[in-house]
């Protein structure tokens, strides 16, 4: 089975703060993808990476940045955190164009 | 253009009843129509998925229903079960990119 492992659950950080979320997949996909999921709104595409130290802009990348220095590793930054960045973030991965992406259990950020 | 909307937000259906869940698109390029189902505590996972090609795709009590006149699509529930519970989205990509737009997401509640 695909595993998607984000570091962790539950995160509280400050305005302000630089924040890092992790991901790690196992089954060497190429694509992986970073989400934030709100009531409401669906899942939104924040960043994704087709490949090592590749990145593309999703839907809503302000304020936030990447990092793939490894295969299996998919590193989520905000810069300064901000309170409208409280969300959940979701971080999928896949082999190649339309098909399944795997995602992990999210990270529910608070930003106070 | 890059929309996906979908309808109900919330459904509250009997156990043993159908549920529907709609969903509509203006691209038409999207070729490739996903549903995903996501538990309290965890990330979507693939349900069923759909191309344009066909009309409906059945697997179990899941079936997608496709309209490409109408640029619609569906996922029905059969004989729905408490188990069933759980937030569906629909999601819509164009052939070979590298992203999925989302609904908004259903919340299905099936009770005894």
């Known amino acids: 089975d695909v595993k998607v492992t984000q570091s962790s659950r539950y995160l509280v950080k400050r305005t302000g703060e630089k924040v890092f979320l992790e991901c790690v997949q196992d089954m060497d996909h190429e694509n992986m993808f970073w989400y934030r999921q709100d009531p409401g709104l669906g899942l939104r595409l924040i960043y994704f990476?087709?490949?090592?130290?590749?990145?593309e802009k999703g839907d809503i990348p302000e304020g936030y940045s990447v990092s793939r220095e490894k295969k299996e590793r998919f590193s989520l930054i905000l810069e300064s955190a901000s309170t409208n960045q409280t969300s959940m973030y979701l971080c999928a991965s896949r082999t190649w164009s339309n098909q399944p992406q795997h995602f992990g259990d999210g990270t529910r950020l608070s930003i106070l | 253009q890059q929309q996906v909307k979908q309808s109900p937000q919330s459904l509250i259906v009997q156990k043993g009843g159908i549920s529907i869940i709609n969903c509509a698109y203006e691209?038409?390029?999207?070729?490739?129509f996903p549903w995903y189902q996501q538990f309290p505590g965890k990330g979507p996972a693939l349900l069923i998925a759909i191309r344009p090609d066909v009309s409906e795709k059945k697997e179990g009590r899941f079936t997608i229903s496709f309209n490409k006149s109408a640029k619609q699509f569906s996922l029905h529930i059969m004989d729905s079960q408490p188990g069933d519970s759980a937030t569906y989205f629909c999601a819509a990509s164009i052939k070979n990119t590298d992203k999925l737009i989302f609904g908004t997401g259903t919340r299905l509640q099936v009770f005894p």
């Open positions: 691209n038409t390029a999207f070729d490739y």
């Open positions: 990476s087709y490949d090592v130290k590749m990145k």
